[in-house]
């Protein structure tokens, strides 16, 4: 079939058909090709057109969001439809499989959870910014203001951790302090609660992380948004931050010393090379090794104005090569334990050849997540939103992660359908 898109909607695993330009403006030897790689995709996207044609019977059709944004979210499809979806490599139907959400109560919950959590994501990115903003015209932090959105933070982790760390992938490198800061916040209350401190700790931990970098409104800000490589000299000066948030936070009153040790302590190194004390193993607080995890992982799944995020997966990988040098072995385990290997609003791969959007982490089963099947990429097909609890059924299982790049994909549409 013939259909007429957007070039917005063009991803890769579609097959052009016809491109809405003159073969002297565009640099493909043919009006015919499928889009199999980011560079294919890009060339095409640079082009000075808005619509594109293609075939669907020879690659992917439109996503299922992009059909659907002036429509309610659909609702997940019955298990007879699911069983109908699911079929084994030889072609014949699997067995019915296990629905996460059977009912339209649990439907309901997550999605008014979601809402809620985005909600207060807003509430905090707009609050950090304000109490830069003070701080930097030297005035004192406001912490009614931050135990307000704190408290609503710590409601939303107490509830439902996953929905606020599903968001935490929502990323805009104009605004990357106060994202990050937020994000910081929320890793280190999920982490936090997962290890079973009190709410009083999970607000604690979730102030220190939503203030740990307050110390940057002192910093340069041709230093701070350099998208080469710091000198030295610049170097040295960046890092006077956490010094600088040390003693902002130290002439606060009311902070708590959990607060403190996430803003002081979360570059310090497990082998002692990090900074600005350069302690080493226990002499750097538990709270202290979380949040030196914490701020590494977010930095390095996040786009940068000098360096695109990596997959969460990806990250992980990398993080657990430098337990005993940078992490504490056992911190990072636990943390790992947290977010899970595929955190929510990961892309990954089932064995079936289905991409899948990670809904939520199972306990305990750190390699069987909660998802959604979106596409069958055997038959190109886009898939109605079922959410699948992996850890319930035999016929699926996650066979690898998936970039949302490679893909064109964003996840966090699909969670909306999530009711």
Not at 16 to 40: G, R, Y
Not at 292 to 305: G, K, M, S
Not at 378 to 401: F, G, W, Y
Request: contains cysteine; charged residues 25%.
């Amino acid at each position: 079939m013939i259909k007429e898109i957007n070039i917005k909607q063009l991803r890769i695993g579609m097959y052009v058909h016809e491109l809405n330009c003159s073969w002297m403006d565009h640099p493909f030897a043919s009006n015919k090709f499928s889009i199999s790689t980011i560079k294919d995709l890009k060339k095409v996207q640079a082009l000075r057109i808005k619509t594109i044609k293609i075939d669907t019977v020879k690659g992917f059709d439109i996503e299922l969001e992009t059909e659907q944004t002036q429509q309610e979210p659909a609702e997940a499809i019955t298990e007879a439809e699911a069983e109908n979806q699911i079929q084994d490599d030889d072609g014949h139907k699997s067995q019915p499989l296990n629905l996460d959400i059977p009912t339209n109560v649990k439907r309901q919950s997550l999605a008014t959870t979601r809402k809620k959590s985005k909600e207060i994501k807003t509430q905090a990115e707009q609050a950090i910014t304000n109490v830069m903003a003070d701080v930097k015209l030297g005035q004192q932090v406001q912490m009614d203001l931050v135990g307000d959105v704190v408290g609503n933070m710590t409601e939303s982790v107490l509830d439902n951790a996953d929905a606020l760390l599903g968001l935490s992938r929502i990323r805009n490198q104009d605004v990357y302090t106060f994202e990050h800061s937020v994000n910081i916040g929320v890793l280190m209350m999920s982490f936090a609660k997962s290890k079973g401190m009190s709410a009083d700790d999970i607000h604690e931990v979730g102030v220190g992380g939503l203030l740990h970098d307050i110390g940057k409104t002192l910093t340069p800000p041709e230093i701070l948004n350099k998208p080469a490589k710091l000198t030295d000299e610049e170097m040295v000066i960046m890092r006077r931050h956490v010094v600088d948030s040390r003693i902002i936070l130290e002439k606060t009153p009311g902070i708590s010393q959990m607060a403190l040790d996430v803003a002081a302590m979360h570059h310090e190194k497990y082998d002692g090379n990090g900074y600005p004390l350069g302690l080493k193993g226990d002499e750097i607080s538990e709270i202290g090794q979380m949040s030196a995890i914490v701020d590494v992982y977010d930095a390095l799944t996040a786009d940068r104005c000098y360096h695109d995020g990596q997959d969460p997966s990806v990250v992980l990988k990398r993080m657990l090569s430098w337990c005993g040098t940078h992490f504490n072995s056992h911190v990072m385990q636990e943390f790992i334990h947290c977010i899970g290997i595929y955190p929510p609003a990961t892309l990954v791969m089932l064995n079936q050849q289905y991409l899948a959007v990670v809904v939520e982490n199972n306990q305990g089963k750190l390699l069987e997540p909660t998802v959604i099947p979106v596409i069958n990429t055997k038959t190109r097909e886009t898939m109605k939103p079922v959410v699948m609890n992996l850890s319930k059924q035999s016929k699926l299982k996650v066979t690898s992660a998936e970039s949302d790049a490679k893909w064109n994909i964003n996840p966090q549409k699909y969670l909306d359908y999530v009711r």
